[in-house]
């Protein structure tokens, strides 16, 4: 069992940063897969960004490409999303998401290849 906990969320204005992060509650964070999802109001949830176990790899969904960079600190157990240049379209719940992975190099893009999930961390960008 893994229990994940996002943190960073508020509300912003359009063009401003944010940072979030995710700390994990696991002996062999490593092993994980670890990515961050969204769901913005009255949609479906959906891939932000994903990093590898060992963290080389990165993925990203086309809208946040150039804006938003994730990272991961497996001394830590913690994942981080940094967010710039936020706009309204970003606004939503974040979630943080873990999934077993057995090659260190593969980012895990899709819901059903994550087990654990967080709370979520609400950001809301404003005008």
């Known amino acids: 069992q893994v229990q994940l906990a996002e943190s960073g969320g508020g509300l912003v204005q359009v063009g401003d940063s944010l940072r979030l992060s995710c700390a994990a509650s696991t002996r062999t964070f490593s092993t994980y897969g670890m990515g961050w999802f969204r769901q913005p109001p009255g949609k479906e949830r959906q891939f932000v960004a994903g990093i590898s176990r060992s963290g080389e790899r990165t993925v990203y969904t086309d809208s946040v490409k150039g804006r938003f960079t994730i990272s991961r600190d497996n001394a830590r157990n913690t994942i981080d999303l940094q967010m710039n240049s936020l706009t309204p379209e970003d606004t939503a719940v974040y979630y943080c998401?873990?999934?077993?992975?057995?090659?260190?190099?593969?980012?895990?893009?899709?819901?059903?290849?994550?087990?654990?999930w967080g709370q979520g961390t609400q950001v809301t960008v404003s005008t």
């Open positions: 998401a873990a999934g077993l992975s057995t090659i260190p190099s593969v980012v895990l893009i899709t819901a059903r290849q994550y087990t654990y």
